[in-house]
């Protein structure tokens, strides 16, 4: 039923951290719901930075907002803000809400824009949350939108590496976005064929992939691709940082692994070796089907839930059902790869792909 009356409520919008492809399938999905339910929808851009006032809020409408679940990135722009690192920053975000006659919020995020949306919630702002990141590694999802773009761009690149490696008899190392959680280098890596996975979630042995490499060369197999993740840890040393700066949150830049183990590999099997950054270009570009209708999806369900008022929650995929879920549930602990799954692509370690 709509909401009735003079003056409409208003439901703010913003998406913070990195973008995934299909965020504008998410903001499409609580517009439409939401104007459809009687409310009017504010974006905020830039993320948390918007709601502190750095910009002109955005009006979102019907027009505004058509087709462009088709599009990747973000209409409303996106940055790493912290308003609870910013002086007076939960005030004045606060008071743009209230300027900006904002009644109810929807943040777009992972871990840290949520994180950030559940204290205010705590602090009386009605908040719900969509959990956001191609790395796939938020609790109380099941998959998060974008993951299924990152995986088919990552897994299209390592498949095409194939070619290039094998006229070359080389080794090739490719480094896959995901911090801290493989999900994307697994998935990418089985997919696209690797002979090698690497995840942040079990330690590797450079003695075990000089000898896969070794092996394959006596089977008459030159080349070998491997699928590292930016976050993987080799059991001598540690994880390897693009710089010691953090962000708003907290967060280490990570990358260089896949050149730091390219460099070992060719001296220790004689092979030349090179190594692949596949970086950015695994959040660019158009989202999947798969996405468009996840994050739309998601959206309506989002734009439900704040007409239903189950603030402090979000929306999440369970099964094939979108759900709602406690904030709190997301929050904290990261979603990794069960060992079962890294057991399991083991099996196809060194094989001919
Ligand atoms: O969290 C998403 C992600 O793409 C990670 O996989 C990656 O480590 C990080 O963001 C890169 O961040 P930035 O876009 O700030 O370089």
């Excluded at 990358?255 to 092979?271: D, F, M, N, P, Y």
């Excluded at 079962?340 to 001919?352: M, T, Y």
């Amino acid at each position: 039923m709509a909401v009735t009356g003079a003056k409409k409520k208003q439901i703010a919008i913003l998406n913070g951290g990195g973008d995934a492809p299909a965020l504008n399938a998410v903001i499409r999905g609580i517009t439409v719901k939401a104007i459809s339910l009687g409310y009017d929808v504010l974006g905020f851009r830039r993320g948390w930075a918007g709601l502190l006032g750095k910009g002109e809020p955005h009006p979102l409408d019907l027009d505004r907002v058509q087709d462009i679940h088709m599009l990747g990135g973000t209409i409303l722009r996106t940055s790493r803000t912290n308003p609870y690192k910013v002086e007076g920053g939960v005030e004045q975000v606060k008071k743009n809400l209230k300027k900006f006659r904002c009644d109810y919020l929807i943040a777009i995020g992972g871990d840290d824009t949520l994180g950030v949306a559940w204290k205010l919630h705590q602090e009386g702002v009605k908040a719900v949350g969509v959990p956001k990141t191609i790395d796939n590694d938020v609790n109380a999802t099941d998959y998060t939108f974008g993951f299924d773009t990152a995986v088919n761009i990552a897994a299209d690149a390592i498949d095409n590496l194939h070619t290039t490696a094998k006229s070359h008899d080389r080794v090739l190392v490719v480094e896959v976005m995901g911090r801290h959680a493989g999900w994307l280098t697994l998935h990418a890596g089985m997919a696209g064929g690797a002979h090698i996975i690497l995840v942040p979630e079990e330690k590797f042995d450079m003695k075990e992939i000089v000898k896969i490499i070794k092996n394959r060369e006596k089977k008459g197999y030159h080349y070998t691709i491997i699928a590292c993740s930016e976050g993987a840890v080799p059991k001598e040393g540690g994880m390897v940082l693009q710089t010691d700066e953090k962000d708003a949150f907290g967060n280490v830049r990570l990358g260089g692994i896949a050149q730091r183990l390219a460099k070992v590999i060719q001296k220790e099997t004689g092979k030349e070796t090179r190594h692949v950054v596949l970086g950015h270009l695994q959040r660019a570009g158009h989202p999947t089907a798969f996405d468009r209708v996840l994050g739309t999806r998601l959206g309506v369900h989002a734009a439900e839930m704040i007409h239903k008022k189950e603030f402090g929650k979000i929306s999440c995929l369970k099964g094939t059902e979108i759900v709602s879920q406690d904030m709190k549930a997301a929050l904290g602990q990261l979603k990794t790869v069960p060992k079962k799954r890294v057991e399991e692509a083991r099996l196809f370690f060194g094989l001919e792909g």
